[in-house]
């Protein structure tokens, strides 16, 4: 398997897991975000309803902040663009817009459901939501950079 990748996709693996490892740190270590040993409480609690914790931060973004409602909302979209961008370079089933946006929808999925069980974050619907999104937008930066080298490709023999 190593032996048939090209040197883009052994550089994507490294940057794939690089970003893995530092989405684990930031998701359940990073005590900027409250993930500490105090972070465990007692009245742990999830949403399950779709939209209900966007729309809040949106509808409180005065009382909250906007960094509280850019940390949220746009924070968990751009947290998981780069897997939607790297699975299309490591994978080759992922180079199918849907594949990558299954994959990087229970990839969500695990990640919330390790946040349930251990306490760590809180399991949020709409963060699944916001997280597949993201992995959807990652995919669409790869096939626009895809198509930019091709071009690019293309149009340098003609100069």
Not at 151 to 157: F, S
Request: with cysteine; charged share 20%; hydrophobic share 50%.
């Amino acid at each position: 398997m190593i032996r048939n990748t090209t040197g883009h996709q052994k550089m994507g693996w490294v940057l794939f897991i690089l970003y893995l490892a530092l989405l684990v740190y930031f998701l359940f270590f990073a005590e900027f975000f409250g993930r500490t040993d105090a972070a465990l409480r007692e009245d742990y609690a999830y949403n399950l309803e779709p939209f209900k914790e966007i729309s809040r931060f949106w509808t409180y973004r005065d009382k909250l902040g906007m960094w509280a409602f850019l940390l949220n909302v746009v924070g968990n979209v751009a947290a998981f663009m780069p897997c939607g961008f790297f699975l299309p370079i490591v994978s080759r089933r992922s180079k199918k817009w849907y594949n990558t946006v299954i994959i990087s929808g229970g990839f969500s999925l695990c990640v919330e459901l390790v946040q349930l069980v251990s306490k760590v974050g809180s399991f949020d619907v709409d963060d699944i939501i916001l997280n597949t999104a993201g992995g959807i937008l990652g995919y669409i930066t790869y096939r626009i950079v895809q198509r930019i080298r091709i071009w690019r490709r293309r149009h340098a023999g003609k100069k």
